[in-house]
């Protein structure tokens, strides 16, 4: 089965603070996704990553980063954390136009 | 990028009845995929609709890609507990291995 493994389901940060949200595949697909899930707006694209090194905008990156050094590995960076980015971070891996594979999030708290 | 309405928002039924959810687009699909997500839990791929006018089963729930490929709906007959969550559709925007999702659709079964 494949695991998509997201380092930590529960994260509680300060405003400002610099986070790091890591996802880990092992099944070596080549896309890999990191989506927000908030009530009443279902699940938004922030960045996704076709290949190593390789990185696109989805629909909401503002105040957002990524990077992927490995193709196994997806990072999701929050420079400089703020309370409306309190949410549940969900990532995602794919081979080409394939159906999606989740881990189990991480919900982040801004204080 | 690529856009999908879904309907409704919120569905409660007793069990044994029946449930539909509809997604929508203005535009013509390429495909559409199903996914399900458990209270607490992550989505969860059910199935991808690629034909014009397709329909395909999976136990009680039936999937089916309209004649224009514009609109999809999942109907799952005579509900239970288990089938309980959010229901989302997604389709490819941009690219073909970027999926945007609809909102979902949250259904609560009544024992």
């Known amino acids: 089965d494949v695991k998509v493994t997201q380092s930590s389901r529960y994260l509680v940060k300060r405003t400002g603070e610099k986070v790091f949200l890591e996802c880990v595949q092992d099944m070596d697909h080549e896309n890999m996704f990191w989506y927000r899930q908030d009530p009443g707006l279902g699940l938004r694209l922030i960045y996704f990553?076709?290949?190593?090194?390789?990185?696109e905008k989805g629909d909401i990156p503002e105040g957002y980063s990524v990077s992927r050094e490995k193709k196994e590995r997806f990072s999701l960076i929050l420079e400089s954390a703020s309370t409306n980015q309190t949410s549940m971070y969900l990532c995602?891996?794919?081979?080409?136009?394939?159906?999606?594979?989740f881990g189990s999030g991480t919900q982040l708290s801004v204080l | 990028g690529q856009q999908v309405m879904q309907i409704p928002q919120y569905q409660h039924v007793q069990e044994g009845e029946d449930f539909t959810t509809y997604c929508n687009s203005s535009?013509?699909?390429?495909?559409i995929q199903w996914y399900k997500q458990r209270p607490g839990g992550h989505p969860v791929f059910l199935i991808q609709?690629?034909?014009?006018?397709e329909v395909k089963k999976q136990k009680r729930l039936t999937f089916q890609f309209g004649e224009a490929k514009k609109n999809s709906s999942l109907h799952i007959t005579a509900t239970q507990t288990t089938d309980v969550g959010t229901y989302f559709c997604a389709t490819p925007g941009g690219s073909n291995y970027k999926l945007t999702f609809g909102k979902g659709t949250l259904l609560t079964v009544n024992p």
């Open positions: 609709l690629v034909k014009s006018g």
């Open positions: 995602a891996s794919s081979s080409g136009g394939e159906k999606l594979f």
């Open positions: 990553s076709y290949d190593v090194k390789m990185k």
């Open positions: 535009t013509t699909l390429s495909n």
